[in-house]
Every structure is written in C-alpha cells, then in structure tokens.
C-alpha cells in the first residue's frame, strides 16, 4: 500500500507516486460519483453516450451545476398568482411538465468546449519610434465596408473595415464576396481558405427545385468558435439533419411542432430569432445579382419574413408586424434633404439617425366604430382624425401616431412638466384653451365624455396650482390662464351684474357645490369618533385632492393658492391681462361662500396690496391717451380690483366695515364718485365701468345701513346725476358708451334705494334708543334721516312719468327698461317705507299715491305695449320652458356656474325681451300702493284680467318645476317673486272685488304649488302665503257654493267609479259614521284652526324666517350677509300637506325608542291629526290637482302612519272618519291604477319594511278594526309585490284571525286579488295550508279566505304546461283537497266559480264541475266523483 506524502516531499516525489499507483493497477481510495442528470434518463451522467473529441481541448461540464439556484436572501415562500389559472390534465406526464417549463442554466448548457484559435491570425503590431503605441485613430480609414448587421456605431463600423481590411491582405482571391460579407458580420471572425467546403452548399438540391439556396444554409448555426476545417463541416452536418427530421414530416406536424416550440420557448428568445432571420434574408436578397434597392421592396421582404414566423397562427403575426417598419433601410433618397460632406460633422451620414426628418405617411382612413384618441390644435380646436395638416403648422411631433396631426391630452400633461420653457408655456396655453372650448360646449357631439372632468381626475387642477410656483412669467402667466378659462365664466359675471338691480338682485347664491353627495361618503367612512367632530376640522384633515374632487374652489384654498397671487402681484407685478386673469379669479373665489371671503381678507397683504396698487386715488393722466401702450396695471384704478371689493363686501356686513375702515375705501368711494367719469384720467369706458363699481359699492355697503353719512357729503353729486339721467333718452342712438352709461345710472338708483331704506329705519332706532335699555341690542341710528331723502321722490317720479312715455318706441323701450325698472322699485320701497314714518302727513300720502295711479300707472297698463309684455310671460318663464335654465354640456359639480357660457336667448327670463324684471317691479308697486291706499285696489283689477297673465298662470303651476340646481335656482328665484306678487294682489281683491271668484281657484293652486317650490332665502314669501293666502276661504270657493252636498251626491250616484265608495266601519261603540259632505263642511268651518296647526309645524324655520323678514322688510341695520342660504332643496318638501302627520310619527316613534310607551295620545295631539286629516281631505276634494305630484303610494304611506302614532289614535272618532273618507278616495280605480309600492318614495327607504310595521302594529293595537284591516288589505292585491302577501301568510300568519273587514266594507274590488291567478309556488303552498289548518276561515277574514280559494282552484284544476315541481305540488293539493273531511271547504275548492262580494261567502260556486274539470279531477284521483253532488250552502 503506498503511503501518504510527508512533509519536504517534492512535486517530483509526488509525480513518482503518481506513476508507481498508475503501474500497479490499484483501486482508488476514494470514489467520485457523480450526480445523475434527470434529462438525460435513470442511466447516469452521460458520460457513456458522449463522443470523445478529436482534438485535446479544455470541456468543462455542467452537470453538478445545482439544479435550483441558491436563495441570496432567505425569503418566506411566495405564492404563485397563477396557480390557479393554470389549467392541468389527468393523463399529462408531471415530469414531461417540468421539462417544458425548465429555464434552469443546464437546460441550455450542457457542455462548454474551449475556442480553437490554432489557426487564428496574430497581427504584430507595428515597431514605432514612439515610447508608446500610436493609439489608433478612426479618421485614418479611407475605405469604409458598409456592415449591414443593424445599427452601430460609427466607432464599431470603422473597426470592422479595418479587420476586414486586414482580411483581405492575407486571404485567397478566390473567395466568394457573399461568403466574406457573412464573415464580416461577425466581428473577429476569420475567412475559410478555398471554395471547396462551399460546393455542398450549391450542389445539394434535396428540396423543391424552387427553393431558395439560402434555405440550405444554416442561419443560427454558424460554427464560429470550432476549428477552421471542420466549423462549416459540423454546421453543414447538424443542418442536414435538421432539413431531413423536416422533409420527413408532414405540413400538420411541422406546424404542431412549432406551435409547441413557440409556447415553450421564451418570447424574447423568440423575437430574437426572428429579427436574425429578417436581417440575414435582407443580406441574402441584396447578394443576388439584380436584386433591387433595399427600399423599393423593403416592405414585401418585411411581410415574407412576418409570414414565414407566423405559420403558427394569425396572433404571433400580429405580434410580429410592427418590426417591419422599424428594420426598413433608411437610403439618401428617402430623406427629403440631401445631406452634403461640405456640411459640417456630415463627413460620414448616419442616415438611421436622420430618419425622423423623412416624409410623414397619410393619415389612415379608420372605418371603425371604435373611438380614437382626441388630438388638438394650438389653439384648442379639435382636429378630425382623417385631417391632412401640412408639417409647417407645428402640430406634427414624434410621439405615437406621428401621422397625425394635434397634441392629445396626455401629451399636453407631459409637456408642462418639460425642462424647457416654451414648452411648457405653450402647452398650458393649449389646454387653457381647450377647457374654454369644453365649457363652450364645441366638443360636446364630437366627443364621448366630460373634457373638464377628465382633466380634473387627471389632477390638472394640481398641475396648474404646481405651475403657478414656476419662476418664470411666460410659465406663471399662462397657468393663470388656463385656471382663469376652468374656474371663471364671463357670461356668468354679465348677467349677475345685469341683474344687480333687479328686485333683490343684490342677493345671490353662494356658488358652493352640494354637499350631500361628499356628506354621503363621509358618513360611510368616519368612524363614530370622527363623526362627533366638526366639519371643519373633517376638511382639514382631508387630502387636498379629496377636497378638490367635491369642490375645486375650496381645494384651491388649501393649497395657500391665495398666498401665491398675492406674492405674483405684489413681486412679479406682471403685464395687464395676467392680472385682470388674477382679480377674475379672485372674485370666482369670494362668490364661493362667506368663508372664502373671510379667507380672502385674513390672507397677509392680499387686500391691502390690491387697493393700493389697482385702486389708487393718483396715476400717470397718460393712461387715458388713445395710443398709449398699457405695460403694467400696478398704480392705475381698475374697474375690476372696485368689483372684487364689492363682492367681497356682499360676503358680510362685517367684511363690508373692515374694507370701509381699516383700507379706508370711504375715501376712494369719494374720490370715484365725486368726479364725473369723462374727467377721470382713464379711458372712457373704463372710467364709467369704475364710477359703476364704486356706486354698487356704495350700495352694498348702505344694504347693510353702513357707509350713509357719504350721502351728506356726496349729495350735491347725486343731485347732479339725477339731473343728467333726462339727457340720457336723446344719447341712445349715438353714444357707443350708451349701454354702460344705463348700467351706471341704474347703479346710482340702486344705491339710493338702499339708502332710502336705510332712512326709514332711523326713526324706528331712535325711539328704542330714547326708550332705555330693553332686551335687544341697542343699535345706533344710522346718519341719514327721512327728511334728507324724502325730497328724491319728485325727481324719480318724473324721471318715470319721461321713461314711460318710451314704451311704445320698441328699441327705445328696450334701451331704457333697466333704468325704468329701477325707477319703479325705488318709489314701491319709498311707499312700503313711507307709511311708516311718524313724521309723515298721511293726507298728503294718500294724495300722492293717487296721483301716481291716475297720472303714470293706470295709463301705463292700459298701453297697447303692456298687453304684448305680458304675453312674453310664457315664452321667457323657466317653469314653462325648464330646458332655458338646463346645465351646460360639461358642467361638473365640483366648479359652480349659472350656465350662461356663449349668452343666454333673447327670449329666456334673464334675457333681453324678458318681461320679467320690469312686471315684478311693476306689480311690487302696485301692491305697496294698495296697501297705503285701500280704495285703489279695485282700480287695478285690470292686471288679473290679463290674458298673457293667465294663461302663464295655467301652464306654470301643473308641470314639475326644473332639477335645483345653481343655474336654476339663480332664475327661478326672479320667477317666483313675480308669482309671489300676483298672489298678494290677488288676496288684497279677494274680499273686495265681487268678480274675484272667478279666478280664486287658479290663484289657489299657484300658491300650494308656489310653497312647495320656494327656495332658501324665501320663508318670508312662505311664511306670508300661509297666513293669507293657502287657507283663506276666499280661495277655496267651493266650501260655500255647493261644495259638500256635490260630494255627497257624487258619492250616492258613483260617478266618477265602477263601484260605491265603501268606508270601512270601527270597533269603537256607538260611533257614528257622518257622509263625505258633512266632513268636508266641517273642514271649510276650522280653516282658521288648520292654518293654526301648520304654522306652529314650521316652528323649526324660525331662525331663516327671521333673516328672511328682514331682508324682505328692507331692516338694514339688521341684514347679515347679502349671500342667500345654501340650497340644498326648496323650503317645504313635496308632501308637505302631511307634514303635521309626519311630524307626530316621528315624535312618537322616538319617544318609543328612548323607552316610553305612550298608549294615549293628549288631546292637542288628536287635534293636530284631525287638522291634518281635513286639510288633505279638503284638497283631495276641490283641488286634487295640487297633490297630484305626490305619488300615491306615499300618500298611503303617510296615511298609515295614523295607525303607528300611539296605541289608540285610530279609534278616537274624528280621526278614524276622516282616515275612512281619504281610503275611500285612495281606492277609486284611477288612483289604484297609479299606485306603485316598489317605485322609490321621497323620504321612505323601503315601502315593504313599513308594512311589516303596520302589521307588527295591527297585531299589537288592531282590535280587528276594521279601517285598520282595510289598511292592511289594500297591499296584498296581486300585482303587488310578492314579498307581501308571504308575509301575511308566513311570519304573520296570526293576523288573518283578525282581518274581519266586511265584503261589503272593503272598498277595493276582489278582481284585484284575484286575477291574474297566482304562480308563486311557495305562497300557493301557504294558501293552501292556511286553509287546510283552518288559520283563514270565512269567519275571520272573508277577504283573504275568498282570495285564496280562488288562487288555489285556479291552480289545482291548471293543465298549462309547467315544471315537473309545480306539476307535481298541483296534482297533491288537488288529491288532498278530494280527501279533505271539511265538505265546506271541499266544496268551495273544488267547485269554485268567480268572486262575488254579494253572495254571503265573497265566491260563486259551480252547481256541478264543468266537463273538462270533471275529467282532469278524475285522472288525476284514479275514483269516479259523485256529479250530479247536490251543493249545500255553506256555513
């Protein structure tokens, strides 16, 4: 045994060992075994089956490579996403699954062998003089060999020419160019020497004779890396095999195969072996002799080479067709410059470089239903997909679809966050343009969806916040664009100061967005913790994009966008029309809400730097030069900078004193004021649209009694004004200023409106302030008096007696209506103030007022001019035409507007013919007058008798008014002070004009259609049609012509029905049961005490009664805020007739939630419902029309809540006779047609959830009344919902014992239950039970026992086809009921003819079975019946 080597041993020692072990033949002490490799089978390594190599090379094997790659990183097993998508087969080999899914390293490489360079040529490099070698410079190669292997690098071209100028030194010449060309694809790669390893190439011919000598080259195998001899051998040899495995198959299998290799192999492997194939074919094509130019048949070549890869299938074709495009060879002649080597850096053309600049292919003609993306212009417009733009119009660039021309909106976005400015400039300059084509409304038929809202998804709102913090002004300018085109409306600005002057124009809506929809959500996320906090503090924890998606203006605000304006005006001090943008968007801010104008005042500098530098009281005089050029805004007075002042002062009194005081405006008000606008140093318009602004100012300043003691001072100007306004008449047709010198005289009118009602308070303020100290706040008068503007009156007076005189010159008329309107709203507010001065002569009060009506208004109504204004009513009404005031095409919720983009139509309630303005201010006058002089109200009964004013009457009540929204709300408001007017006229001719009578009934239904519509803001208008008007007597005249005993002839002959009106009797003794006539008397008689009822429901609106009154009532030293409430909805709801009713069931049923059980009701409660009962009985009666918007089910809905007040509320007498005269009502057969249970009612979640109430209730408290019964019965009728009647029958099965109602009580016909027959198994099943176990007998419940026999003999005698469950429950009901021992009910199940309320037991029956019946019974019992069975009445 040899022994181990020792130490000091040498390697030749060892190499002795060595040779000692070989000679001997020992065994080795150790073993290696190698791993087996499971690809290769149970038979080991492999080693056995390897061919031993020719030439001694190094071979490194793979086969101990592990299997599975070591974890860097342990990592807790992840779970497969796809497991379960992964579709597996019973008879599939796992392993034969393992092996095609492997992309372990060894499935690839197996054996490595050593690259023979024996023959490889070694280049010396060259001996210099130099210390170094020269380095080799690229510039020194002349000859250049073009590589056409793809794109490279200048660089990596020139080192291929040199090697292949190397090559051609030291080859043969006889070597083919086509050979040497697919050498020198391959850098480094060495030429074979001689032609005669190319001859199997050429001679071998086993294919078609068609075939293309390429397909008999290898193209994958090259045999680079082997010896020179034997590389082209082993590839020529490996290919043969592989064209012989092919020739061998058949076409199905080749194509079986490759689908296989195709979904085996790695997709990007796949691409690659493709785009090998296209470049060598591409070779092989220009080799041959004549081939043409690679761009003239560059795209047939490319579709050979798609179709050649995509045998498989149509799909990896589709895959692979964009390669062609991008593999075509790029010549001189495609460019459309020439490029020239006199050019600089031009000497060597990279020509795949310069192929953007080639021509652009035609825009494809897409016949295709599909939509396409939308590209726009510069300047906004959409450009149609097949639109053939030339390039020199900037909008083609190298994006996707570079054919076509436009920026998409995705485009757009990435270009405003660019690194160079202009394109960042132009893109916010293209998508401020199209948001103001979107809100035009110019994409709404050509595109599908919302533009703006898109965007805003898409944060562009956020992008132009993030660009407004640019440095750069371009960049800065165009940001407040665009957010100045998505947040401000002009159109909407023009018609709000249009209506400024209107009657309570002053007051607006906020444009806050409705919040309900945010509440919503809200709700369903806050915990119970965040619930008890308040909605402040939720909108401040709330991410900015959450709060800008329900309100843009308020996620502006959070973003410390006010801060950043501030310091852009104040720092940048931009160009004119940026800042203009600025102030825009500023007022679009403080129109918001009082919050936003309070955030505006609190922001550092923002206010103070506005009035200094755009309301300055000196400024360059050359500004009012015609060609002077305007370069910055700072330190001239702007008409816009006084306007945002104005709304902001109409944010709140409040506001309105810190911009009098602590920014002293009092005396920029006097500076604008005091001097007529010609000779204000500014151009003529805007010097009038600045003196406009200062007067509404003013004006909103004195609505809040503030600002007065300017009158004093500045009364000298007014005078002077008022003087002027006579010249005005005569300027209409030559002044160009003309329009905006009205708009200030109706200012200057405004304002002293304000000012006169600001006076009349005083006297009223100086005699609590002289009474001593009471409970309110002692409030000082204000500093103008009654006498300082009493001696105004004469003025206006004259200046409208001039305007009328106008009316019948059409243009004229029209120029001068605004001012003429507001003449006429001065005098009707100096009358209702008037009279309630102590220092007033009321002899010489009542004087004046004559004279008015005999000098100006009664001639005014009788011009031929006032019949066609009146007709103009309809036409311009927005409740007779709802489309006028519908949203625009891309209003979103979150951005608030009145949708007066691109103008509102001559003929709409705010436009240029609309009579509205002018006939409310009209009609506002009349009525004051007539309150001071009673005995003018008969002289006015010419205004009711209009015939445009009726017929606008007609047709405005009956239709539903529009949706609510800001738009809507904004004009209906205007509509329904008018409505409101008439009505008021009318109640002061109702006790005094004997020929009222005709028209008292319209005029009812518009006032109880006029108090479910009135909006927030209003609940003095409601407050005072309650009290006069919906329960006056006078205007229901029915109750004392006839009314009562026409009902109760009505119902004696039934007309109007098919059948008697039945009413259900009570439980309780000796209770009498009066007709609908002596209820309806009754009712007529306790108007006064429902009036009572109704007003002390509305208890709640106190508060916004109050706020209202004294806005109505003109107590300015008491107004708030001149912004109106938010709306979310009108005043009163819907129902409101039912409110009290309401009220109660919702008292109550709190009360019993907290734990009280309240058995009797306290009287006044009884009252409250009975009042309720009346009123709704009263108007179902004589004018059912005013509820008819009510739905039915929801009355019946709010009827059965008298049964779930209280235990016994339905037994008490009057209660339960009104409740039994409305059933009756509620189940003639149109109503009962119209009843819908499933449809969605206002302010009840589910009608199935209250009618489980109901019975829970009539289980509990019924006593078997029979109303109650009736209440319960009305539901279940057969085309209702199912869910019902299995309640009946199933849970509450017990209440059938106490349904007892009468046949002859119950008021809806037995057909209803009846037909059509019943087809749900499962209550089928439980009819059939009830009556078998004796739960529904005659004697309890004759409505439901003659219900279910006729369903249930309707079913056991069927023979329509059916399913086998159905056909089988049918045939057992029937043989159980043959073998039923109750003959009564056997009979009646069986022989069971129609439903008769007559007859004794609700049925007919049948003497003897018909034929067919008796047959079927027959089959079906297997026994032969008794026929002539002899019927015996039931009992």
């Known amino acids: 045994m040899l022994s181990r080597p020792k130490p000091g041993e040498s390697e030749a020692d060892l190499l002795r060992f060595q040779n000692q072990f070989l000679a001997a033949r020992a065994f080795p002490a150790v073993k290696v075994v190698k791993k087996a490799d499971k690809r290769r089978g149970a038979g080991g390594s492999g080693d056995e089956e390897r061919p031993q190599l020719q030439d001694s090379r190094d071979v490194v094997l793979l086969d101990d490579f592990p299997d599975v790659l070591p974890a860097l990183i342990p990592a807790p097993p992840k779970k497969s996403k796809f497991k379960n998508a992964c579709v597996r087969f019973d008879d599939e080999d796992p392993e034969e699954r393992l092996e095609c899914h492997d992309r372990h390293i060894t499935a690839v490489f197996s054996k490595i062998i050593e690259r023979d360079t024996s023959m490889a040529a070694v280049t010396m490099p060259m001996p210099t003089g130099d210390p170094f070698p020269r380095a080799f410079h690229r510039s020194e190669i002349k000859n250049e060999v073009k590589v056409e292997s793809g794109r490279k690098s200048i660089f990596a071209q020139k080192i291929a020419a040199k090697r292949a100028a190397e090559v051609a030194m030291t080859a043969p010449p006889n070597v083919e160019t086509r050979h040497t060309h697919r050498t020198l694809a391959v850098p480094g790669a060495v030429c074979s020497s001689g032609s005669a390893e190319e001859e199997p190439l050429h001679s071998t011919k086993d294919s078609k004779p068609d075939d293309d000598v390429s397909f008999l080259r290898p193209h994958i195998i090259t045999g680079e890396g082997l010896g020179s001899l034997e590389s082209e051998r082993e590839a020529l040899a490996i290919h043969e095999e592989n064209l012989q495995k092919l020739h061998s198959m058949t076409q199905e299998e080749i194509l079986q195969e490759q689908r296989r290799l195709l979904v085996q192999l790695d997709p990007s492997l796949v691409a690659f072996l493709k785009s090998g194939r296209g470049v060598y074919e591409g070779q092989e094509r220009r080799e041959k002799p004549g081939h043409p130019e690679p761009g003239t048949e560059s795209q047939h070549g490319g579709e050979e080479t798609v179709k050649d890869f995509a045998v498989g299938g149509s799909g990896m074709e589709e895959s692979v067709r964009p390669e062609k495009d991008t593999r075509m060879e790029i010549t001189e002649v495609d460019l459309p410059i020439k490029p020239q080597k006199e050019w600089i850096h031009m000497n060597n053309v990279e020509f795949e470089k310069l192929e953007w600049i080639k021509d652009l292919p035609h825009p494809r003609q897409r016949r295709t239903k599909k939509g396409m993306q939308a590209r726009f212009s510069l300047k906004g417009e959409l450009i149609p997909p097949d639109a053939d733009l030339p390039t020199h119009l900037g909008l083609h660039h190298h994006g996707e679809e570079a054919e076509r021309a436009g920026y998409s909106l995705q485009e757009l976005f990435h270009l405003c966050r660019s690194q160079i400015i202009q394109q960042r400039t132009l893109a916010l300059q293209v998508l401020g343009h199209v948001v103001q084509k979107a809100k035009a409304g110019e994409f709404a038929s050509s595109l599908k969806g919302s533009v703006l809202r898109l965007l805003l998804d898409a944060g562009f709102l956020f992008l132009l916040r993030f660009s407004l913090d640019d440095a750069v002004d371009n960049v800065i300018a165009a940001s407040l664009r665009a957010l100045h085109a998505l947040l401000v409306s002009p159109e909407d600005e023009e018609y709000l100061d249009q209506t400024f002057s209107w009657y309570q124009g002053m007051a607006v809506f906020p444009f806050t967005p409705n919040s309900e929809e945010e509440e919503e959500e809200e709700e369903e996320e806050l915990t119970l913790m965040e619930k008890t906090q308040g909605k402040k503090s939720k909108v401040e924890n709330k991410p900015d994009p959450d709060v800008a998606r329900y309100d843009v203006i308020k996620g502006l605000l959070k973003t410390q966008f006010l801060q950043r304006l501030r310091y852009i005006l104040e720092v940048v001090r931009p160009v004119p029309a940026v800042v203009l943008d600025i102030l825009d968007i500023l007022i679009r801010v403080a129109r918001h809400s009082s919050e936003a104008c309070s955030q505006l005042l609190a922001c550092p500098r923002l206010t103070e730097t506005i009035v200094r530098e755009f309301l300055p009281v000196q400024w360059d005089p050359r500004v009012a030069e015609p060609g002077h050029l305007l370069t910055s805004l700072h330190g001239i007075a702007c008409a816009t900078a006084m306007k945002l002042i104005r709304v902001l002062a109409s944010g709140g009194r409040n506001a309105t004193a810190i911009l009098l005081n602590k920014f002293e405006l009092k005396s920029r008000l006097s500076r604008f004021i005091a001097e007529d606008p010609q000779d204000l140093s500014l151009r003529r318009e805007e010097a009038i649209r600045l003196s406009t602004e200062a007067f509404r100012l003013w004006a909103v300043a004195a609505g809040y009694g503030q600002c007065c003691d300017l009158y004093r001072d500045l009364y000298p100007v007014l005078v002077k004004i008022l003087q002027s306004l006579p010249h005005l008449h005569s300027d209409c047709q030559e002044n160009p200023t003309f329009p905006l010198s009205i708009q200030r005289a109706t200012s200057v009118i405004t304002l002293l409106t304000y000012v006169t009602q600001t006076a009349g308070c005083t006297a009223e303020l100086q005699a609590r302030l002289s009474s001593g100290p009471g409970d309110g706040e002692q409030i000082p008068p204000p500093p103008v008096t009654w006498n300082q503007v009493s001696g105004l009156r004469p003025f206006l007076e004259t200046n409208l007696r001039r305007s009328v005189q106008e009316i019948s010159r059409l243009e004229t008329w029209q120029a001068l209506q605004p001012l003429t309107t507001t003449y006429i709203i001065y005098l009707g507010v100096y009358y209702s103030v008037c009279s309630q001065q102590p220092s007033l002569n009321p002899i010489d009060c009542l004087e004046e007022v004559e004279h008015l009506t005999s000098e100006v208004l009664l001639p005014l109504l009788s011009q031929p001019a006032m019949h066609r204004m009146w007709d103009l009513l309809r036409p311009c009404s927005a409740l007779c035409n709802p489309l006028s005031c519908s949203p625009a095409p891309e209003s979103i919720p979150s951005i608030v507007s009145l949708s007066c983009t691109g103008g509102k139509p001559q003929m709409s309630?705010?436009?240029?013919?609309?009579?509205?303005?002018?006939?409310?201010?009209?009609?506002?006058?009349?009525?004051?007058?007539?309150?001071?002089?009673?005995?003018?109200?008969?002289?006015?009964?010419?205004?009711?008798?209009?015939?445009?004013?009726?017929?606008?009457?007609?047709?405005?009540?009956?239709?539903?008014?529009?949706?609510?929204?800001?738009?809507?709300?904004?004009?209906?408001?205007?509509?329904?002070?008018?409505?409101?007017?008439?009505?008021?006229?009318?109640?002061?001719?109702?006790?005094?004009?004997?020929?009222?009578?005709?028209?008292?009934?319209?005029?009812?239904?518009?006032?109880?259609?006029?108090?479910?519509?009135?909006?927030?803001?209003?609940?003095?208008?409601?407050?005072?049609?309650?009290?006069?008007?919906?329960?006056?007597?006078?205007?229901?005249?029915?109750?004392?012509?006839?009314?009562?005993?026409?009902?109760?002839?009505?119902?004696?002959?039934?007309?109007?029905?098919?059948?008697?009106?039945?009413?259900?009797?009570?439980?309780?003794?000796?209770?009498?049961?009066?007709?609908?006539?002596?209820?309806?008397?009754?009712?007529?008689?306790?108007?006064?005490?429902?009036?009572?009822?109704?007003?002390?429901?509305?208890?709640?609106?106190?508060?916004?009664?109050?706020?209202?009154?004294?806005?109505?009532?003109?107590?300015?030293?008491?107004?708030?805020?001149?912004?109106?409430?938010?709306?979310?909805?009108?005043?009163?709801?819907?129902?409101?007739?039912?409110?009290?009713?309401?009220?109660?069931?919702?008292?109550?049923?709190?009360?019993?939630?907290?734990?009280?059980?309240?058995?009797?009701?306290?009287?006044?409660?009884?009252?409250?419902?009975?009042?309720?009962?009346?009123?709704?009985?009263?108007?179902?009666?004589?004018?059912?029309?005013?509820?008819?918007?009510?739905?039915?089910?929801?009355?019946?809905?709010?009827?059965?809540?008298?049964?779930?007040?209280?235990?016994?509320?339905?037994?008490?007498?009057?209660?339960?006779?009104?409740?039994?005269?409305?059933?009756?009502?509620?189940?003639?057969?149109?109503?009962?047609?119209?009843?819908?249970?499933?449809?969605?009612?206002?302010?009840?979640?589910?009608?199935?959830?209250?009618?489980?109430?109901?019975?829970?209730?009539?289980?509990?408290?019924?006593?078997?009344?029979?109303?109650?019964?009736?209440?319960?019965?009305?539901?279940?009728?057969?085309?209702?919902?199912?869910?019902?009647?299995?309640?009946?029958?199933?849970?509450?099965?017990?209440?059938?014992?106490?349904?007892?109602?009468?046949?002859?009580?119950?008021?809806?016909?037995?057909?209803?239950?009846?037909?059509?027959?019943?087809?749900?198994?499962?209550?089928?099943?439980?009819?059939?039970?009830?009556?078998?176990?004796?739960?529904?007998?005659?004697?309890?419940?004759?409505?439901?026992?003659?219900?279910?026999?006729?369903?249930?003999?309707?079913?056991?005698?069927?023979?329509?086809?059916?399913?086998?469950?159905?056909?089988?429950?049918?045939?057992?009901?029937?043989?159980?009921?043959?073998?039923?021992?109750?003959?009564?009910?056997?009979?009646?199940?069986?022989?069971?003819?129609?439903?008769?309320?007559?007859?004794?037991?609700?049925?007919?029956?049948y003497e003897q079975l018909p034929p067919i019946r008796l047959k079927y019974l027959q089959m079906v019992t297997k026994k032969e019946p008794k026929e002539n069975m002899q019927m015996s009445d039931p009992e």
């Open 909 to 1405: 309630l705010v436009g240029s013919k609309s009579p509205f303005p002018f006939l409310t201010a009209l009609l506002f006058l009349i009525n004051n007058v007539t309150h001071i002089h009673k005995g003018l109200v008969s002289k006015y009964t010419s205004v009711l008798d209009f015939k445009g004013l009726k017929d606008y009457l007609l047709q405005s009540w009956p239709t539903g008014p529009p949706s609510i929204t800001p738009s809507s709300a904004w004009i209906l408001r205007h509509e329904y002070h008018l409505q409101y007017f008439v009505l008021a006229l009318a109640q002061k001719m109702s006790g005094i004009c004997p020929d009222y009578t005709q028209h008292a009934s319209l005029h009812h239904c518009v006032a109880m259609a006029l108090l479910s519509r009135l909006l927030p803001g209003s609940e003095h208008l409601a407050h005072e049609l309650l009290l006069g008007l919906a329960f006056n007597p006078e205007f229901i005249p029915e109750g004392k012509t006839g009314g009562p005993e026409a009902a109760d002839f009505s119902d004696i002959l039934h007309l109007g029905t098919s059948t008697k009106l039945a009413q259900p009797g009570s439980v309780a003794a000796g209770f009498p049961k009066p007709h609908r006539g002596v209820l309806l008397g009754e009712s007529y008689q306790h108007l006064p005490f429902i009036r009572a009822c109704y007003l002390s429901q509305f208890v709640h609106l106190e508060p916004a009664l109050v706020r209202s009154q004294v806005a109505y009532q003109g107590r300015t030293y008491l107004v708030q805020s001149l912004l109106l409430p938010e709306v979310r909805g009108p005043i009163l709801p819907s129902d409101w007739p039912f409110l009290p009713l309401i009220s109660l069931y919702n008292k109550v049923t709190g009360a019993e939630t907290g734990g009280a059980v309240l058995n009797t009701l306290p009287p006044d409660l009884v009252n409250t419902v009975t009042r309720n009962l009346q009123w709704v009985l009263l108007l179902e009666t004589w004018h059912a029309r005013v509820l008819q918007n009510i739905p039915a089910a929801a009355k019946l809905a709010r009827l059965m809540c008298v049964f779930l007040t209280g235990g016994d509320l339905f037994l008490e007498g009057p209660v339960h006779c009104y409740t039994a005269a409305l059933l009756a009502l509620y189940c003639q057969p149109k109503v009962l047609d119209s009843l819908e249970l499933d449809a969605p009612l206002p302010g009840l979640a589910s009608f199935h959830d209250l009618y489980i109430s109901v019975l829970e209730q009539f289980e509990g408290v019924s006593f078997g009344d029979p109303l109650f019964g009736a209440f319960v019965l009305l539901p279940l009728q057969r085309r209702f919902n199912v869910q019902l009647r299995l309640a009946v029958f199933g849970e509450h099965v017990s209440t059938l014992r106490a349904l007892g109602v009468p046949l002859k009580q119950f008021p809806v016909p037995l057909e209803r239950y009846t037909l059509p027959p019943e087809d749900n198994l499962n209550l089928l099943r439980q009819y059939f039970r009830t009556l078998v176990t004796g739960a529904l007998r005659h004697a309890w419940c004759p409505v439901l026992y003659a219900v279910a026999v006729a369903h249930v003999n309707s079913f056991i005698f069927s023979q329509d086809s059916t399913t086998e469950e159905a056909d089988a429950a049918r045939k057992s009901m029937l043989r159980k009921t043959w073998l039923l021992v109750d003959e009564v009910l056997k009979k009646h199940l069986l022989y069971y003819k129609v439903p008769n309320p007559e007859s004794p037991m609700g049925i007919d029956l």
